[in-house]
């Protein structure tokens, strides 16, 4: 792809072209437009390698980027609405104020990535790996992350209302003044994290490990503990 301009791959993906295994690492796609409409397949970019890549603003409405690399690509303000992304790498990528809702994240690796103010309502996040990523204002209401590791991120002020969390790695993480009302945290591992602040209305906590954790300030009503959870 040497030598292709941004218009010319806009082209290629208006006419149908499949690059999946394209390797545009490093190109500036900033503010390209992969959407097709409603009358033609999602731009097909899977198992692509797009590290370093800089495709801030651009418009990746369902695109299929399964298996793909952006690693330290920048994303920031793009809208992956209802994109395929799973089993993708986004390791210390930017997605800074992204639309991802209803997108499907299963098993992708986002450790590192900054993923602030990010819109992740209803996604399907589930076995993932975000280890020391950054949620702070981000908002992941009714999606699933079961069974993801969550270890050392940063979800302060996220808003987690109804996600499902279940068996989640949430150690050392930083949930201060997030919203888990109602969310479901069954068999979560929550030691060392800190919940100073947050609003957990309803949540479920039963079955989880809350060695250390800091609840200072929080708002308890009617969540869910096992019997023996603060003895």
Excluded: W
Aim: charged share 20%; hydrophobic share 35%.
């Amino acid at each position: 792809m040497e030598g292709m301009t941004k218009e010319q791959l806009t082209d290629k993906f208006r006419s149908g072209a499949d690059l999946s295994g394209i390797n545009l690492s490093g190109f500036d796609l900033k503010g390209i437009d992969l959407y097709p409409g409603t009358d033609r397949l999602p731009a097909q970019l899977s198992g692509a390698n797009l590290d370093r890549s800089d495709l801030r603003g651009s418009r990746l409405r369902g695109i299929q980027l399964t298996e793909a690399s952006l690693n330290a690509t920048n994303l920031e303000d793009c809208n992956l609405f209802e994109a395929n992304l799973k089993g993708a790498s986004f390791i210390e990528a930017n997605l800074r104020g992204c639309n991802l809702i209803g997108s499907h994240c299963g098993s992708v690796n986002m450790s590192g990535a900054n993923l602030s103010g990010t819109n992740l309502r209803r996604s399907d996040l589930k076995g993932s790996s975000f280890v020391g990523a950054v949620f702070a204002y981000s908002r992941l209401m009714g999606s699933n992350l079961d069974n993801s590791d969550l270890t050392s991120a940063n979800l302060r002020y996220a808003n987690l209302q109804y996600a499902s969390l279940m068996g989640c790695s949430l150690r050392n993480a930083d949930l201060s003044q997030a919203d888990l009302s109602f969310a479901d945290l069954t068999g979560a591992d929550l030691s060392g994290t800190s919940l100073r602040g947050a609003i957990m209305v309803g949540a479920d906590f039963q079955r989880a490990t809350l060695d250390n954790v800091d609840f200072e300030g929080s708002e308890m009503t009617d969540a869910k503990f096992d019997s023996d959870s603060f003895d």
